[in-house]
């Protein structure tokens, strides 16, 4: 399984971004679907996910401002973040688990993609 994460970017506070993940050499539908984030010198941080039967979660700091979402026809997973702060500054990453649920840690996660950079000004 491959995973590409993108729509990061330069924001101003206050705004909205949609990551997108697109997946390949699986299927949204079968995988149990995640994103995280993290700077430097952190642990990788649960931000959201989605399991295979579409139970969500959301890490609860950040609950309110996030919608995740995934598109079976396209074969990618989506990530809405409202009110930006500067201190949702981070690489985040998508990633996909093949076990019966869904985790908020990481290392449950056997894929991985490279990331995209989102950079929140103030």
């Known amino acids: 399984v491959q995973l590409q994460a993108s729509g990061g970017g330069l924001v101003q506070a206050g705004k909205s971004l949609r990551l997108s993940c697109a997946l390949s050499?699986?299927?949204?539908?079968?995988?149990?679907m995640g994103w995280f984030r993290q700077t430097p010198g952190k642990e990788r941080e649960f931000v959201a996910s989605l399991s295979r039967y579409g139970q969500i979660v959301y890490e609860d700091s950040l609950n309110g401002r996030l919608y995740i979402s995934k598109e079976p026809t396209k074969n990618m997973m989506f990530l809405q973040i409202d009110g930006l702060k500067p201190e949702d500054t981070a690489i985040y990453y998508c990633?996909?688990?093949?076990?019966?649920?869904?985790?908020?840690?990481?290392?449950?996660?056997?894929?991985w993609g490279p990331g995209t950079l989102v950079t929140v000004s103030s």
């Open positions: 990633s996909a688990r093949t076990r019966a649920s869904s985790s908020t840690w990481h290392k449950d996660y056997e894929f």
């Open positions: 050499g699986g299927s949204v539908s079968s995988l149990n």
